[in-house]
């Protein structure tokens, strides 16, 4: 899978300090949008949890973003690079942001050794103000130098790789159990994080989370898949056939973005249209797409493993509308739109083609998530 990315740096202070506000005001809001799927019966309270924590740690890592280059354009003493943003595609960071925070992590603790407290800092600015008259640019890049690597050692970040987790959801038998396995990736063809949930039935003799075998296999067998380009189809037959007492009965992607703003991207399409002509103030300049796709088992055969053996294999349901399941290798895939109520506003009197299908959820200025 080829995508044609644009990387540009975000260079001048206001508008990379603009870009974080957005940020935090879209992933503040995503998780009233996965309530408002919950309520109409799309996500279930568990599911909600598990996206919940993944969209939290992803905007703890655009707050540690934004303190890593708080003073982009100022001079610093040092030069230390810009953000690079996707904003061909995504509208996202470039994955080389989210690799490189994951390596400074494993270099906070020195980095923080090496550095004055945050109070130390403070009280040495002020000094500076007060008895200098001087604005003590270095040392407020020290300081938000300083915070980054303590968002970073805190830990709850997205990260490129966030590993497999097993969460139990009971038992069918004495011999059956239930699992739900959720793991996540910041998917660098794309720059966009990728989440992922699979509900399995786990027939084998020891249960999967207590296997000092079948679990680390799983997890990495689970992660070598997780490519956005990949059709769910493939992941799930992939697994079923590697692990004979592990079935897949359910898997589920969301695609978190792209996102549209005519500040900050330049992509192509309708929903770029729809935003020029909006002229939303500051801050509501902004769509978000969200994409839900879900594949089901529809039924089980039994396959010949020897003379006397055989075991279980899934049969997968995939949409039969028009085909599109052998296309898209689900069962079911939602498209969402997630806008302020100015650029919905807009979006409705335009009425573009493709968008009549789109689940749209809007925001309101007091931070309420209606769907249309």
Do not use: C
Not at 99 to 117: C, V, Y
Not at 202 to 227: C, F
Not at 302 to 323: C, K, N, Q
């Amino acid at each position: 899978m080829t995508t044609r990315t644009e990387t540009i740096g975000l260079t001048d202070l206001f508008a990379s300090r603009r870009y974080f506000q957005k940020f935090e005001t879209i992933t503040s809001n995503l998780g009233r949008v996965a309530g408002v799927m919950e309520a109409e019966g799309d996500l279930s309270r568990d599911e909600v949890k598990i996206l919940t924590r993944y969209l939290t740690q992803l905007a703890f890592t655009f707050r540690a973003l934004g303190q890593k280059y708080l003073l982009v354009g100022r001079d610093t003493g040092r030069f230390f690079g810009s953000l690079a943003i996707d904003a061909r595609e995504s509208g996202f960071p470039a994955a080389e942001e989210i690799i490189t925070m994951a390596s400074d992590a494993q270099q906070a603790a020195r980095h923080l050794e090496g550095t004055q407290s945050a109070d130390e800092l403070k009280k040495q600015m002020v000094e500076m103000i007060i008895g200098d008259r001087a604005v003590p640019t270095k040392l407020q890049f020290a300081l938000s130098q300083r915070l980054y690597y303590e968002d970073l050692q805190r830990g709850t970040l997205f990260w490129p790789r966030n590993d497999p987790q097993i969460v139990w959801t009971g038992n069918i038998d004495d011999t059956r159990r239930m699992f739900r396995i959720h793991w996540a990736v910041y998917d660098s063809q794309v720059n966009l994080p990728i989440i992922y949930m699979m509900e399995v039935e786990d027939s084998g003799r020891t249960a999967l989370p207590k296997d000092q075998r079948r679990w680390p296999e799983a997890q990495a067998h689970l992660m070598a898949q997780a490519l956005g380009g990949l059709k769910l189809v493939t992941i799930a037959s992939g697994f079923d056939e590697d692990f004979d007492d592990l079935h897949p009965k359910r898997l589920r992607r969301f695609h978190v973005g792209p996102m549209y703003s005519s500040a900050f991207t330049r992509q192509s399409g309708p929903i770029t249209t729809v935003l020029e002509a909006a002229r939303a103030p500051e801050g509501q300049d902004w769509a978000l797409v969200w994409t839900d796709e879900d594949l089901q088992s529809e039924r089980v055969v039994e396959e010949r493993t020897g003379w006397f053996s055989s075991v279980e294999r899934e049969i997968f349901a995939l949409d039969p509308f028009a085909g599109r399941g052998a296309e898209t290798g689900t069962t079911r895939m939602e498209r969402s739109i997630v806008l302020p109520q100015r650029p919905y506003q807009a979006l409705q009197e335009m009425n573009p083609p493709g968008f009549g299908s789109v689940r749209k959820y809007v925001v309101s200025p007091a931070g309420r998530v209606l769907r249309y």
